[in-house]
């Protein structure tokens, strides 16, 4: 790996961060805060959250089997996937590589950064090889994106592979593990100490159940983080996202639940597709949702919107022709999808 000092920009490097009054004065004995200009009345919404949300992220830290120095926190996992950009990547200088098909905001945050942005197709498994993500990065190569397991075809991608790529670029990998708790595959966070080029994604908006909270985490070496904090907004998660969030990790098992329920009906759901004359394939998937080749995923698509169900199509991806992308809903939601199915 190249250090991290000529991976980071020149000037984030040098960059004096914004000090917060919550920076600078961090202790728990004070009780008079005169220090940012808040509103002494309409408790508790009238002060600042706590900027680096210390007490969640030790809470998060013993689910995820991690350190709080390695543990970002971000506005959805959208934040995180930009702050790479600002962190590491030169406008019109630097470029990524990913994985194609995969999650679009990859390519819409290197198109806002004005990043060059490298797609390397799958194979017909959606697999890929080290080498030929390797062979499309330069020496202006800072990111390799991979999505595992991916979207939208909801497998994972060959463990063997990634590691190649995290051991043999000299650049930064950032495994999107947002769908691994649906998976029985190792998850990376797990080998961070192992990989100081390593970030990787979770969320809280899938198997957690909080989408609406916009919670997103990005796991790394200390470094990384400290650079991740020092870009970010002050107070980029608000008191009651942090809140929120540390009601459903209380609730942990709640989430247990959800995800064996949602793995149960997603082999149901799969089963049902393959009876489906108008399904010609489903893909095999370690996510919440599920790939499916259809007869025409155009028509298929608008007459379920017609019946007020709507999935995603996916058909004008690039190896996903005539594909629909799949949610797992509850049971009666599900029932309903193939309801209206049998009777297209
Ligand atoms: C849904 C999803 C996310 C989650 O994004 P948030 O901003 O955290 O809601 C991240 N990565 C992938 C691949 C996803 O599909």
Redesign the pocket.
């Known amino acids: 790996m190249k250090s991290l000092e000529t991976l980071v920009r020149p000037n984030i490097l040098a960059l004096a961060p914004y000090s917060s009054a919550r920076n600078e004065y961090s202790g728990h004995t004070a009780h008079v805060f005169l220090d940012a200009n808040e509103n002494p009345y309409n408790k508790p919404f009238n002060r600042y959250p706590d900027p680096l949300q210390e007490e969640l992220k030790a809470q998060i830290a013993k689910v995820k089997e991690i350190k709080t120095e390695q543990i970002f926190l971000g506005n959805?996992?959208?934040e995180a996937i930009d702050l790479a950009y600002r962190c590491f990547c030169r406008p019109q200088i630097d470029n990524v590589v990913a994985i194609e098909p995969t999650?679009g905001?990859y390519k819409v945050c290197a198109d806002i950064n004005d990043v060059e942005y490298r797609p390397v197709l799958l194979d017909e498994r959606y697999q890929i090889e080290a080498a030929q993500l390797l062979a499309a990065c330069d020496d202006h190569t800072k990111i390799i994106w991979i999505?595992s397991p991916n979207?939208p075809t909801g497998n994972s991608i060959n463990r063997e592979a990634i590691e190649e790529v995290i051991n043999r670029f000299d650049g930064i990998v950032i495994v999107?593990e947002?769908?691994s708790d649906f998976s029985q595959v190792r998850p990376f966070r797990l080998d961070l100490a192992k990989h100081p080029n390593l970030i990787v994604?979770n969320?809280?908006?899938?198997a957690w159940g909080c989408?609406a909270i916009?919670l997103?985490m990005a796991f790394a070496s200390p470094e990384i983080i400290a650079i991740y904090n020092k870009v970010k907004y002050p107070y980029n998660v608000n008191l009651l996202t942090q809140q929120q969030a540390m009601e459903v990790l209380k609730a942990r098992y709640d989430v247990d639940d959800w995800v064996r329920v949602l793995k149960q009906e997603r082999s149901r759901m799969i089963s049902a597709f393959n009876d489906l004359p108008i399904c010609l394939k489903v893909y095999p998937t370690d996510a919440n949702f599920f790939l499916a080749r259809m007869t025409d995923a155009q028509a298929i698509y608008d007459y379920l919107v017609d019946c007020g169900i709507i999935v995603r199509n996916r058909t004008r991806v690039s190896l996903c022709q005539n594909c629909l992308r799949i949610t797992i809903g509850n049971k009666s939601e599900n029932n309903e999808l193939l309801a209206a199915l049998r009777q297209f």
């Open positions: 959805g996992s959208d999650y905001m999505c979207n999107d947002a769908y994604l969320t809280f908006s899938k989408a916009r997103g």
